[in-house]
């Protein structure tokens, strides 16, 4: 059996000297004795994976609300593919794939049911409230630091700081980095920039098979992209049989092994020239190390606008994005108006709460529903003939 010195003295030999090595973490907010047989990365993704937020990803949206069918993706299938994709980079880069996992698996602990519509509702309402919006970046943090309660002794699940700045600070064309934290931390690792563009690989690409499937998005939409153009004329000219179900898999397949390929080559090209020589190096950096080429960063954007265009703005997604946003103003406006709805556990009655506070209990609420715990709650309170 392996002890965790042994785990750590594997890391030594094999990854990169620029890796975040789970010997060299800075540790947790609350000391803890390390585990006989984990290191420190895998006990966290062990805690993530065991945690309510987590379970929860299952029923919220991705970009279909989850009652639209089965075979769309969810936050937690999103959150797979991101944790495989970034392993899969991680291991090729020959960095840390625990931290990576663990950071991928939280990074959308905090998105509230129905996606980016949930998103941007809450926002507005906190902002029209003069207090500060809702990003779900931070949301996520909060979760893990303050909101998860399944230990004695301090609340949250006591991650390492590695993971915890990658949660906090994860970023891409859809994410914000969260600018606060009740305690220092450093600039992201190389490991948490994996997971930023597995993230931004992951939902491009499978956005694509959705919205397919949909049929929200047809392969012609799709021809005024140029990397959908290469790819599908490599292909078509490859499938002796081909029909529509099978060229989409190979497709999207194909398309992301030649996005993979290219951010491989182009990261290690920027980490040979950067001469890191420790992941101590990599933290006091402002550089992102982690990207595409040039080139293929261009045809992404492209791709990306299309799918902007045609699939996220289709009529369909739109109705459902304000069918969603309806909801959560809903909600949020019936409890404001009277907060003893809410559960004792959520709101208790021998407090006095200010203004502000009682907003804030009424976000985090709404943001921890599910898609469907959501639509059930507003059928309740909106349906005169449902029980409550």
């Known amino acids: 059996m392996r002890t965790r010195e042994e785990l750590e003295e594997l890391e030594d030999k094999i990854l990169a000297p620029y890796a975040m090595k789970s010997k060299d973490s800075s540790g947790r907010q609350y000391p803890q004795t390390a585990h006989e047989t984990r290191t420190c990365y895998q006990r966290d993704r062990d805690r993530i994976v065991h945690c309510e937020a987590f379970r929860k990803l299952e029923y919220k949206t991705q970009v279909f609300v989850v009652l639209e069918g089965d075979y769309y993706r969810t936050r937690l299938t999103h959150t797979i593919e991101v944790a495989q994709l970034g392993r899969t980079i991680g291991r090729n880069l020959r960095l840390n794939e625990d931290l990576i996992e663990a950071i991928a698996l939280a990074h959308d602990l905090g ?25 779900h970046n931070k949301r996520s943090f909060e979760i893990v630091t303050r909101f998860e309660k399944r230990y004695p002794d301090f609340d949250g699940l006591n991650l390492s700081r590695e993971v915890l700045t990658g949660i906090l600070k994860h970023q891409t064309p859809f994410d914000i980095p969260g600018d606060e934290s009740p305690f220092p931390l450093e600039e992201p690792t190389l490991e948490a920039q994996v997971v930023d563009v597995a993230d ?38 490859t499938l002796k049989h081909p029909n529509r179900q099978m060229l989409k898999y190979q497709i999207v397949k194909e398309l992301i092994d030649l996005q993979a390929k290219d951010l491989l080559n182009a990261s290690d090209e920027r ?35 299309l799918l902007n265009a045609k699939l ?18 809903d909600l949020f406006n019936v409890y404001k108006e009277n907060p003893t709805q809410l559960s004792y556990s959520v709101y208790e009655r021998n407090k006095k709460y200010t203004q502000k506070a009682e907003y804030e209990i009424i976000c985090n609420y709404i943001a921890g529903m599910t898609d469907r715990f959501a639509l059930d709650e507003h059928k309740k309170l909106f349906d005169p003939y449902e029980k409550v």
């Open 111 to 135: 998105h509230p049911p129905f996606g980016h519509a949930g998103e941007e509702a809450l926002n507005r309402i906190m902002q029209g409230a003069k207090l500060k919006g809702f990003n």
């Open 200 to 237: 931004s690989l992951a939902y491009l690409n499978h956005d694509i098979d959705d919205g397919l499937t949909s049929g929200f998005i047809t392969e012609d939409d799709l021809m005024e992209s140029e990397l959908w153009q290469r790819v599908f004329k490599k292909i078509s000219g």
């Open 271 to 305: 980490l040979n020239q950067a001469g890191f020589k420790s992941s101590t190096d990599v933290k006091k950096s402002k550089k992102s190390m982690i990207g595409f080429s040039k080139e293929m960063a261009s045809e992404r954007n492209r791709l990306q606008e």
């Open 312 to 329: 996220y703005h289709h009529h369909r997604v739109e109705r459902m994005t304000s069918k969603a946003r309806r909801i959560i103003e």
